[in-house]
């Protein structure tokens, strides 16, 4: 490994499910793209997960294993992860996602020719325990009205410059946006005149199983109405005609969880048949071929 660390990919981590754990980190270890370093930040799992954590950093001699004392939240484990890398770049990545090989170097290479761009990200498969099932799409270059329905990024699929991640604070720790870390830290840089992209070939594997509408409380639905309300705000597209989207976590919470799943298939499934995505030759380095995951 050479001395400089290009990308840190920093994977905040609790009580997680082995098998779904092992194989995101092997996607890493996987990855074509060599100068890495991973920052797997157990945010104060239990002792019986230690054997766990100490087998995944095993994997490779460039995962390193950083351990919380108590359990302080994602936002607060990925601060801990970026504030200790040392790559130019930072990779997002979840715990029960898999990363397709060439997602580094194909992000790598984006952002090393497109200085405009502080983060890219990459549409994503939608899988489970069953294989893939959908497709998530968004937008190429977001702009603020992307932001009304949802995040026009997709989290874990995300390569940041590590210096604007410094420069603005890293995420927001604070209880009122826990669990929309991202949401906030995007909107938040969008304010700012930072900007993003989204590559067009899906370079990840999202984890998205029957359960996960259920695991989402109403009292994230309302912190996210907040979020949604002040975000808006900053972006200048609070308006008379937006304040539904401010509203929208409530409404869809009212929506019992097995029909959100039902619609949820049936869109990423339609997107499969109709394969939306076209091949983005603009973050293809010189002799690689562009990838088909499916």
């Known amino acids: 490994?050479?001395?400089?660390?290009?990308?840190?990919?920093?994977?905040?981590?609790?009580?997680?499910?082995?098998?779904?754990?092992?194989?995101a980190v092997?996607?890493?270890?996987?990855?074509?793209?060599?100068?890495?370093?991973?920052?797997?930040?157990?945010?104060?799992?239990?002792?019986?997960?230690?054997?766990?954590?100490?087998?995944?950093?095993?994997?490779?001699?460039?995962?390193?294993?950083?351990?919380?004392?108590?359990?302080?939240?994602?936002?607060?484990?990925?601060?801990?992860?970026?504030f200790r890398s040392r790559g130019r770049y930072i990779a997002r990545m979840d715990a029960d996602d898999i990363a397709e090989p060439h997602r580094l170097a194909r992000q790598v290479h984006f952002l090393d020719t497109h200085p405009v761009f502080s983060w890219v990200g990459t549409q994503a498969l939608l899988f489970d325990s069953q294989g893939i099932w959908g497709l998530q799409t968004v937008p190429d270059k977001p702009r603020a009205r992307d932001f009304l329905p949802?995040?026009?990024?997709?989290?874990?699929?995300?390569?940041?410059?590590?210096?604007?991640?410094?420069?603005n604070g890293g995420y927001n720790t604070a209880r009122r946006v826990l669990q929309c870390e991202d949401y906030e830290l995007f909107m938040r840089l969008h304010s700012r005149g930072y900007r993003g992209c989204n590559l067009r070939t899906p370079l990840l594997r999202y984890r998205e199983d029957r359960d996960a509408y259920r695991r989402r409380s109403y009292a994230r639905r309302v912190r996210e109405m907040h979020l949604r309300r002040s975000g808006f705000r900053r972006l200048g597209i609070l308006r008379l005609r937006t304040w539904p989207y401010v509203y929208k976590p409530l409404l869809v919470g009212l929506v019992p969880?097995?029909?959100?799943?039902?619609?949820?298939?049936?869109?990423?499934?339609?997107?499969?048949?109709?394969?939306?995505?076209?091949t983005d030759t603009r973050d293809v380095p010189e002799k690689q071929k562009p990838i088909r995951p499916l």
């Open 26 to 82: 092997a996607s890493i270890c996987r990855q074509t793209f060599e100068d890495w370093e991973m920052l797997l930040c157990d945010d104060g799992s239990g002792e019986a997960y230690r054997p766990l954590f100490e087998e995944a950093a095993a994997m490779d001699s460039r995962i390193i294993l950083l351990h919380e004392r108590a359990h302080c939240g994602l936002a607060h484990a990925l601060n801990h992860g970026i």
């Open 257 to 278: 969880a097995r029909i959100q799943h039902f619609i949820r298939r049936r869109l990423g499934k339609q997107k499969i048949k109709e394969n939306v995505w076209k």
């Open 150 to 167: 949802h995040s026009p990024y997709i989290h874990p699929s995300v390569l940041f410059r590590r210096s604007v991640l410094l420069q």
């Open 1 to 23: 490994m050479k001395n400089k660390i290009a990308v840190s990919v920093v994977m905040g981590v609790h009580n997680p499910e082995r098998e779904p754990f092992l194989a």
